[in-house]
């Protein structure tokens, strides 16, 4: 059966001045550069290739490069990265080494970083994104494509176009485990996995399948033997799922068509 691709999302950049806690400051202590801040703000940033040391470091995303100084108050950065051949990742919550943490991966390194809390890691990510849109196309304006699915708010959960059970196969371990999924439209389409109900104000996401860019097999009966199972294909993992019955199914498909 051949996979059914799922639409790619454009939206339009915008630009403002930094994180709302450090605008000000950016803008009076490095007032002297002329070029507009796309963002700016403090983030965790690792030292050295191994290790979890981290250390705190003001950046400036600067369209499609990123800049960071000891203080923001420094005229020199301690570093700039060209975003012209790097990609941006959010990693699992089993791989990763810190909480709200975040890879900014070039050819001959990887930097990784962490931002404030949620919302701050959310901003950093879409931003980052565009950036690196900006140098890859050499385009500052028109639609972008940013395929980055950030960690769920409540506010993102209400706007869910499908939820319940599935069934999904681990990444490095082959074994089922049920999980309850939510599937989210919108700008940024993503269907959302945790252990269990998400309720009260604890949103224990154990990770996320971005759709953008991704494909849907309905059909995996040579990867896997459950009458049930179908897969997502994302840009670099295949995530293995299983509906309880028929009808089940149909209704999964239904909600992805309504998001494709």
């Known amino acids: 059966v051949p996979p059914l691709p799922i639409n790619l999302v454009r939206r339009t950049p915008t630009q403002t001045m930094g994180d709302s ?4 400051r950016v803008e009076r202590t490095l007032g002297a550069i002329s070029f507009p801040l796309a963002h700016s703000g403090f983030l965790l940033k690792r030292s050295g290739k191994k290790g979890n040391t981290f250390q705190s470091r003001f950046f400036i995303l600067h369209g499609p490069r990123l800049s960071y100084f000891k203080e923001a108050s420094d005229s020199l950065p301690c570093g700039s990265l060209s975003l012209e051949d790097a990609s941006i990742q959010i990693p699992s919550q089993s791989t990763r080494l810190r909480e709200f943490e975040f890879h900014i991966t070039l050819k001959s390194k990887t930097y990784f970083l962490v931002a404030r809390g949620i919302l701050s ?4 990510v879409d931003r980052i994104a565009k950036g690196i849109f900006m140098a890859q196309t050499g385009c500052g304006g028109g639609d972008v494509v940013v395929p980055v699915t950030k960690f769920p ?4 959960l209400s706007k869910a176009a499908f939820r ?10 082959k074994t089922w485990h049920e ?3 939510i ?3 919108g700008p940024q389409p993503a269907l959302f996995y945790f252990k269990e109900i998400p309720e009260g104000h604890s949103i224990n996401c154990l990770g996320n399948i971005p759709l953008q860019t991704s494909y849907l097999l309905p059909s995996v009966k040579k990867s896997s033997p459950n009458a ?3 897969a997502i294909m994302t840009e670099d993992r295949q995530y293995f799922l299983e ?3 028929q009808s089940d199914l149909d209704l999964w498909f239904d909600a992805f068509n309504k998001v494709m």
Do not use: T
Not at 121 to 124: C, I, P, T, Y
């Open 21 to 24: 806690d450090d605008g000000d």
């Open 121 to 124: 890691l959310n901003e950093w």
């Open 228 to 230: 049930f199972a179908f």
């Open 243 to 245: 509906a309880s019955s």
């Open 164 to 173: 319940g059970p599935l069934k999904k196969q681990g990444g490095s371990h």
């Open 183 to 185: 599937l989210v439209d």
């Open 153 to 156: 708010s409540w506010h993102l």
């Open 179 to 181: 999980r309850y999924f």
